[in-house]
Nanobody, 126 residues
């Protein structure tokens, strides 16, 4: 499956952005989906995941209450709504597809994600 992430950009602190990740090649409903991010000079980290069923989500503590993941299987698209953005949210955001974890579960581990998008840069100014 090929993943194309978009929606990044420059925003002021407190602002919002919505990232999209469009899948092609295979049906998105066969995969759990996740967003990870990598800030300059730091390791890539888990942000949020959603199960194949769509019924389970998991958030990193740093984004809980501010970010929301959703999926539209009919459009083969996953969204990440980011509100109340902070300068520390500045990073390249990657979407990824997980075909290994159970139908109702999510994973925070990169090794579970088989396919990755190219990343979209989010810059939050103070």
């Amino acid at each position: 499956v090929q993943l194309q992430a978009s929606g990044g950009g420059l925003v002021q602190a407190g602002g919002s952005l919505r990232l999209s990740c469009v899948a092609s090649g295979r049906t998105l409903s066969n995969y759990g989906m996740g967003w990870f991010r990598q800030a300059p000079g730091k390791e890539r980290e888990f942000v949020v995941g959603i199960s194949r069923s769509g019924s389970s989500t998991s958030y990193a503590d740093s984004v809980k209450g501010r970010f929301t993941i959703s999926r539209d299987n009919a459009k083969n698209t996953v969204f990440l709504q980011m509100n109340s953005l902070k300068p520390e949210d500045t990073a390249t955001y990657y979407c990824a597809a997980d075909g290994l974890t159970g139908y109702f579960a999510t994973s925070r581990f990169e090794r579970q994600y088989e396919y990755w998008g190219q990343g979209t840069l989010v810059t939050v100014s103070s």
